[in-house]
C-alpha cells in the first residue's frame, strides 16, 4: 500500500484516555481533512526524548487547534500507531507513524507545530504511564 503524505500539518491537537496509556492525536494538515490515531504511551515518552526543544523566542503558535470530539475517541476506525520514525531538517521534522491498520501515516511538522506537539506531551506525561521507567 502506498504511505499517505501530509505535505504539511497546520495543527494539531491530543487528548489522553482515562486510563493512562494512550493519547488520540488529531492533525489538521493544510488543505486536507483532519487525520486522528492513538499514540500508545511508550511513543509519548520516546518523543519526549527526542524531540527538539525550541530555541526560537520569535517562534509564532500554530493556527487554531482541531476540536476533538467523544466521536473521535469512540470511532472504531481510528488506528494505533505501533512505532514512529522521525527526521530533522532545518525547519521541520517528518514523523512517519506505523499503524495497526491501512497505510502509514506520515506527517510533516513545520517547527511551531513541533514545539506545540512537544508542550502537549510533557503537559499529558503526568497522566500516562511510563512502563518503561526505571
Known sequence: MKTPVIRE??????SCDRIGN??????LPQGGNETCI???????????KHLPVNQDPQLAPPAVLPRIE?????????????TVQCKQFDQAIRMQFALDRGPD???????SNVELMRQMLVAYS?????LDAE
Not at 494512550?22 to 492533525?27: A, C, E, Q
Not at 492513538?38 to 519526549?48: H, K, N, T
Not at 467523544?70 to 505501533?82: G, L, V
Not at 503526568?126 to 511510563?130: A, R, V
Open 9 to 14: 500539518v497546520k495543527s494539531l491537537n491530543m
Open 22 to 27: 494512550l493519547l488520540l492525536v488529531k492533525f
Open 126 to 130: 503526568k497522566d500516562l504511564i511510563d
Open 105 to 111: 501515516l506520515m506527517v510533516l511538522l513545520n517547527r
Open 70 to 82: 467523544q466521536y473521535d475517541w469512540d470511532n472504531r476506525d481510528t488506528p494505533r500507531a505501533f
Open 38 to 48: 492513538l499514540m500508545p504511551a511508550s511513543i509519548v515518552f520516546w518523543l519526549l
